[in-house]
């Protein structure tokens, strides 16, 4: 299905620890007019982050919190998908 993409689409970063389901997330996404996915580098024009880590550590909540302080906006939303997550790395994105 060819459709364009939406007048203003959502500009969309998407992580994700393996690159199976990320493949598999960027390109469910890019099917769809109303969301633009872009890459990791282009994080600072984004709308929203979505990321798929599997389990939550100290470097999935830094990358979170460095991707949120890029935003020119002032509070970007992050979507975490997740299997397991430990309260130390949950606190920590939390104050995010």
Known sequence: MNREKAERALRLVVRADDPVTLEGAVARLAGSPEVDVLPAHRCEEADAVLVFP??????TAGWIERAVARSPHEARPVVLVVDRISDVPLRKAALT
């Open 54 to 59: 599997g389990e939550v550590t100290e470097e």
